[in-house]
């Protein structure tokens, strides 16, 4: 069954051998995860089954090659018949918010994949933790900076790998974007822009328009899809932002912003411009260059992408986007390769919200940044 020995595998991790970036969130799963690399496909339970898990994850988990849909953690007693008749999940797989701690004894579970609104990731993120099991979390990875710190240092306690939900660094036109800005392919980025956006229409009582669950509108749903745009469009973390809210809807965004625009400085002088908006429909990401420019357009959705630039066209085959992110974590955990989204990727990107909500009640004042050089994209194994 193993076709990794335990005793190669931490070697291999002791030794940088695999050809991976060990990444900080990666080096304490040794270990946690001992009884992961006896496997080869790893086990996921997913925790929330509304529409991402159900229509996307759930989907894409029947196609993966090193990861399967072992077991979900669900509020709602009649998805757990409906989760077992569909997927054939064996009811001992099964749990409630209530009996969830109970998988550290799960042996059929090595990752928890948190899909739940943003006010539950980080409780629930760090419970997956204390219970051993490495750690998926949707973006946005929590609500504040601290929440991302709690969750970081439960997994770095626990020594279980931490990953973000973003599934654009296992997609193809993403990685060649970034291939072209690392290697300087149409020369040095002078501006980028990007817009990730849709017109939210329907419940009024759904939780993301809900503070206390969302912890904001646009900007902490389709709002780190601009901000992580811009960073790998420019190929550098930001210096500064200075941000402003626009409402044309008040009486349906009564608590959540509903468009917001930001204007990044980044070293060397590349400026930014970000769109987010609950009430919009726009999904782009240019960059121009000193000897050319690409687009990707739309630029974050779930594919498939579609991508121009000065040098010809962009065209890669469509896959899901879940299938490949949920087997590049597995393969991270299995061999080594990198962690794509590590946790403080999404810590970053909670740092530069919290800077654009700053800016706009200071009045679109321009906040500096103090984040790290290395921007932390890595290329796929
Ligand atoms: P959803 O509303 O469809 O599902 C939310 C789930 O949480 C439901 O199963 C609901 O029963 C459960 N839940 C538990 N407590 C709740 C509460 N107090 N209020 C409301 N629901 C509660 O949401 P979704 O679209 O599946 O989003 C879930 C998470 O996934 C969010 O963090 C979102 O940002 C993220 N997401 C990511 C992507 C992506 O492309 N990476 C896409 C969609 C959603």
Not at 3 to 19: H, N, P, Q, W, Y
Not at 51 to 61: D, E, F, M, N, V
Not at 293 to 298: A, D
Not at 329 to 340: D, E, R, T
């Amino acid at each position: 069954m193993t076709g990794i020995s335990r005793r190669v595998f931490g070697k291999t991790l002791a030794g940088g051998a695999v050809g991976g970036i060990l990444t900080t969130a990666f080096a304490p799963a040794i270990s946690a995860s001992d009884k992961n690399i006896q496997k080869k496909k790893l086990g996921i339970a997913l925790v929330g089954l509304g529409s991402y898990s159900t229509y996307q994850l759930a989907p894409a988990l029947q196609e993966t090659a090193h990861c399967y849909l072992a077991g979900v953690v669900t509020g709602t007693p009649s998805k757990e018949a409906q989760w077992q008749k569909k997927y054939g999940i064996d009811p001992t797989h099964i749990y409630s918010y209530d009996t969830f701690d109970r998988i550290s004894e799960d042996d059929a579970i090595d990752i928890v994949y948190i899909v739940l609104p943003n006010s539950m990731h980080a409780e629930f993120s760090i419970r997956a933790a204390r219970a051993g099991k490495h750690v998926i979390c949707e973006k946005p990875m929590a609500m504040t900076v601290g929440e991302c710190d709690a969750i970081i240092g439960a997994c770095k306690a626990a020594g279980v790998a931490l990953g973000v939900g973003y599934r654009l660094h296992s997609e193809p036109y993403t990685q060649e974007v970034q291939r072209m800005v690392r290697e300087n392919s149409i020369g040095d980025i002078h501006f980028v822009s990007s817009d990730a956006a849709y017109i939210s229409g329907g419940n009024p009582d759904q939780w993301r328009l809900d503070k206390a669950l969302s912890g904001g509108g646009a900007l902490m749903n389709m709002g780190v899809y601009s901000i992580q745009s811009c960073i790998y469009g420019c190929g550098k973390n930001p210096v500064s932002v200075s941000a402003q809210e626009f409402s044309t809807r008040p009486e349906y965004f009564k608590q959540t912003d509903e468009t917001i625009t930001a204007q990044f400085e980044f070293p060397g002088g590349t400026v930014a411009h970000m769109m987010t908006s609950h009430n919009a429909n726009a999904n782009r990401l240019y960059a121009s260059g000193s000897r050319g420019w690409f687009e990707l357009n739309p630029a974050n959705n779930y594919g498939p992408l579609n991508g121009q630039s000065s040098e010809g066209p962009l065209s890669f085959p469509h896959e899901s986007q879940q299938k490949l992110q949920m087997d590049d974590f597995a393969k991270h955990i299995l061999f080594g390769s990198p962690n794509l989204a590590p946790g403080e990727m999404g810590r970053r990107d909670m740092v530069i919200v919290e800077a654009i909500y700053r800016s706009i009640r200071e009045g679109g004042r321009r906040i500096a940044l103090d984040l790290p050089q290395d921007y932390g994209f890595a290329v796929r194994s």
